[in-house]
């Protein structure tokens, strides 16, 4: 009897594979990607000393391959911040405006500490990301879960808009930078992206892995379930006998916590924030990774990540300065075609191909 | 009213508004442990909005809710059901995106919860265990009920709140229904609101009729199946 209900939990570890190979293949690719890419595009020249593995990885430090290895770190941290974001608006349903203040603050702290004022190192730095973003969010959380849909996405607004004239203040020039942002802080020589490409292009794996496993046991645990149950009908859930609050605020430190993590990294990357870190606009990019992939499916605001980035880079040589413009129709058209976003869609089997031509056909009839 | 030991529950003149709209004016119900009591009354006459009063889903402005010898009036929904106030709300309040086995577990208060009663609850609605793996939102409308009512079986509820059961539901499903119910009130207390005054007197003990907001009348159902009277006036043609 007991067989029934503890089948869908405990699977064997036949079905585990199967359900997990994809991702241990596009893992298996993403690790080797670095010597494949210095195999392949690295420039031969750079290989000074030796054969085997170490010319390989001089290779990958030169040319096309470090350039591939860059696209994919942004690529990676995009998607450690969609993920958070997924996490909040796909599956626990709350809608935040707000979501690049964790990013930005993330990578300002970690700008700030490792900077001249303070010259702490990455691992304490990093350390006090994650302390401040679990405050941060602690104390936003408490005060915007109060209210839901559209005046929670109003309130987070404005706490992060808060959060982007404290960056651009003249006031705080010393440790901000203020409109112009930080740039070229001390990141440590061991762990510089342009020195070292491919260490940071592993970090950043790391990282990245570290984000979907924690993410997805926790979407995959009851704590997940009674979240999705909230997104769905939180009355209903209240009336089972869950506090949803408590369950709203976990994913929003959660969420918040991954988000700071991804800016950090961005920071180090770029070796550079600014205030744009904090802006609408960024938490905008991210909503429309996580739309774009499918909400709440976590898989997919990865696939956002990539193909957004992707895009952008290759619309930009294409298009020149009117790439947005090709960019906001591609946007609507997988709007208006694949509702569910492109995993979800997939997930579902139910693509609107028929729907989405006589709405199209509406639309610019202008009905 | 004095207080009686052998009420589960009691509720006593409370005031509910909704917004601006003074939806309750005074409803006074009791529950016998045990008994299945049966609130009627026609449409927007006040029974879903007295069955959200006692969770504290729309908390009374005034007057008492007992649960146990307890005021539990002004208590969050959640803490409310925690103290053994299971509730199945109308239209099938289930969670779509959840598979059966999902919307029970979820329903767990202690762990083993569902380990304990699955025999029961499968035992009642033999259905839901072949569609165990199945997300909610794919099951018929009558399954969808039955997971609701399974939902509320999980954890060790004194007391069930069912808000029409037979809404939408086909005939042959409306009895298998019934037939679940009142194998369940050999387990525990019911209150039940039904439009279908049929099912309401073959399975209730004790009946209140609300009418605009007020408790107007109560007694044993089996008074009221002979009081033609006052069928006619409170409940019109649904009898």
Redesign the interface.
């Known amino acids: ?2 067989e ?2 503890s089948t ?1 939990t405990h699977s064997s570890a036949r079905r585990r594979l199967a359900q997990w190979w994809p991702y241990l293949l596009i893992l298996g690719l993403l690790v080797l990607f670095p010597l494949l890419a210095g195999a392949t595009i690295g420039d031969p020249a750079a290989a000074q000393d030796g054969a085997g593995l170490s010319s390989l990885m001089q290779r990958a430090e030169s040319g096309a391959a470090k350039f591939w290895q860059g696209m994919i770190i942004q690529i990676l941290i995009f998607a450690i911040f969609a993920m958070s974001y997924d996490l909040l608006l796909g599956y626990t349903g709350i809608l935040s405006f707000g979501h690049a203040m964790f990013f930005g603050t993330g990578g300002y702290a970690m700008a700030i500490l490792i900077g001249r004022n303070f010259n702490w190192s990455f691992g304490m730095a990093l350390l006090a990301v994650i302390l401040i973003a679990l405050a941060q969010s602690l104390i936003f959380g408490v005060l915007s879960l109060r209210v839901k849909g559209v005046y929670l996405a109003m309130v987070t607004l404005a706490f992060a808009e808060m959060f982007y004239i404290l960056a651009e203040a003249g006031d705080f020039r010393k440790y901000t930078g203020a409109d112009d942002g930080l740039h070229g802080f001390p990141v440590p020589g061991w762990l510089s992206a342009t020195d070292h490409r491919t260490r940071f292009y592993y970090l950043t794996l790391i990282f990245f892995v570290a984000a979907f496993l924690i993410i997805k046991r926790l979407v995959d645990s ?1 704590t997940g ?2 979240m ?2 909230t ?3 939180e ?2 859930a ?7 609050f408590w369950y709203k605020l976990t994913a929003f430190v959660a969420a918040g916590v991954f988000a700071a993590l991804a800016g950090a990294l961005s920071a180090m990357y770029l070796v550079s924030v600014t205030p744009s870190m904090l802006s609408l606009g960024r938490t905008i990019d991210v909503l429309a990774m996580t739309i774009i992939g499918g909400m709440g499916t976590l898989v997919g605001p990865i696939l956002g990540a990539s193909i957004i980035q992707l895009l952008g880079y290759w619309l930009e040589r294409w298009f020149g300065a009117s790439w947005t413009l090709v960019y906001g129709i591609l946007f609507m058209l997988i709007v208006i075609f694949l509702p569910y976003g492109i995993v979800g869609t997939l997930r579902a089997r139910s693509f609107q191909i028929r729907d989405g031509w006589k709405q199209l056909q509406q639309t610019l009839a202008g009905k | 009213m004095a207080p009686s030991q052998k009420n589960v529950l009691e509720v006593r003149n409370i005031q509910t508004f909704i917004g601006q709209f003074h939806i309750l004016d005074g409803v006074s119900v009791e529950v016998p442990d045990g008994s299945i009591t049966v609130l009627l009354g026609r449409n927007g006459a006040g029974k879903t909005t007295t069955l959200k009063s006692i969770l504290g889903l729309t908390p009374p402005r005034s007057g008492a809710i007992v649960f146990n010898g307890k005021e539990i009036q002004g208590e969050p929904a959640f803490r409310t059901a925690a103290k053994g106030i299971g509730y199945v709300p109308e239209h099938r309040a289930i969670f779509r995106d959840l598979s059966v086995a999902e919307n029970l577990r979820i329903a767990e208060r202690k762990s083993g919860d569902l380990a304990r009663r699955e025999e029961f609850i499968f035992g009642l609605f033999p259905d839901l265990k072949r569609l165990i793996k199945l997300p909610g939102g794919n099951l018929s409308g009558g399954q969808q009920q039955m997971l609701a009512v399974a939902r509320a079986l999980v954890p060790d509820n004194q007391l069930l709140l069912i808000d029409e059961p037979s809404e939408g539901l086909a005939p042959v499903v409306i009895e298998q229904m019934m037939e679940a119910i009142s194998r369940l009130s050999a387990h525990t207390t019911i209150l039940l609101v039904e439009q279908n005054f049929i099912m309401a007197s073959r399975l209730a003990d004790r009946y209140t009729i609300i009418e605009t907001g007020r408790s107007v009348k109560s007694g044993m159902m089996a008074d009221l199946i002979d009081d033609e009277a006052s069928i006619q006036r409170y409940l019109g043609a649904a009898a």
Request: glycine letters at 4%; proline letters at 5%; zero cysteines.
């Open positions: 009897m007991n029934t209900l869908t009851p379930k009674v999705v149950a997104r769905e009908n009355h209903r209240t009336m089972i006998g869950f506090n949803t």
